[in-house]
């Protein structure tokens, strides 16, 4: 059996932002959706809001991961191990993800993720070890889930 590629004209090419609903119909499906994902007027425009302030939200998280890790730095609990002095501290990435979404109950949800590190530290002295490279131990990745409650993220 021997295949033959078909003729080029008979090819279909995908057009990027071709529409493959009939005109207008797009706005029928999202409204469609909406009575699914929203119970009121009320909640739909709750949840906008709540959304609308998550990504400063997200921003204001970032600097409270940065500060718990300077935190950790400050407050080192230094061991001997094998003539070397050591120490571990967890430290965090940037966030990778800053989400929303509505729960079952109608309640605005936000997702932020991140990478949670465990960091070893090692030297001949406590200031050697300060400057050392630290070496990652343990690499997590984080998915912490906030509640909108009282006009407010909260956590």
């Known amino acids: 059996m021997k295949l033959v590629a078909p003729p080029k004209s008979s090819i279909i090419k995908s057009v990027p932002g071709a529409q493959t609903l009939p005109t207008g119909a797009s706005a029928v499906v999202k409204a469609s959706v909406e009575q699914f994902t929203f119970h009121s007027a009320a909640e739909k425009s709750r949840y906008e809001h709540a959304a609308s302030l998550f990504p400063s939200f997200c921003q204001e998280w970032q600097r409270l991961l940065h500060d718990r890790e300077v ?85």
């Open 71 to 155: 935190n950790n730095l400050a407050h080192l609990n230094w061991q001997l191990r094998q003539g070397y002095e050591t120490a571990t501290y967890t430290g965090y990435g940037q966030v990778e993800s800053c989400d929303t979404k509505e729960s079952v109950e109608g309640i605005p949800i936000g997702k932020i993720t991140y990478e949670e590190l465990s960091y070893y530290l090692a030297g001949k002295t406590i200031n050697d070890a300060r400057n050392a490279k630290p070496k990652v131990i343990r690499q997590v990745h984080t998915l912490e889930i906030f509640s909108w409650d009282k006009n407010k993220w909260f956590y």
